[in-house]
């Protein structure tokens, strides 16, 4: 992956995906994500510690995981995966409506 690869911005809040530009009660449209390329990413990240998620094993383990008192973080997915990411916002949204 190099240089013209291209990320989403999601929240993890509680084990739940939210992508940024999509609102939590849908509906998911590709065409409101808003995408980044790496290098824009490399300038405005510089040491933060949100990642940027590659795979679909990540994107997975990284929801799954709880980190700290607030288990709130952001993360960059990779564009590839937009469908991974749509998955577990369907799974998030229906599993927060029949709680």
Known sequence: MGASDRFFLATILGGRL???DVPD?????????HCWTEDHLDLI???????RLRTKEEVSAEVREPKGVAPTRNVWIHESLEDEARRLWEMCKTS???S
């Open 18 to 20: 939210h992508p940024d």
């Open 25 to 33: 009660w849908g509906p998911w449209e590709s065409s409101r994500l």
């Open 45 to 51: 990240l510089g040491t933060t510690r949100e990642r």
């Open 96 to 98: 927060g409506e029949t």
